[in-house]
């Protein structure tokens, strides 16, 4: 399976994204699973991809600056 890495949220990510509820989003942004800090961590400077039709966010560890990426699922 390909991730198509965009800049940016597409239109679609983008409306799905804003479709989450604004704690649901901040919640997503706080909790990403760090594998270099081996805990969860902040993600940072995040950018949305597609993945599977679904957003997948991608960003720097807050932490130790490693790279996470979060999964939206479409429920
Ligand atoms: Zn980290």
Known sequence: MTVESLPAFTAPARQRWESIPADIRQRLLSNVWCGRCRRESTNTNFTGTIKGGDPLLV???????GDVARVIDGS
């Open 59 to 65: 960003g720097k560890c807050g932490e130790c600056r």
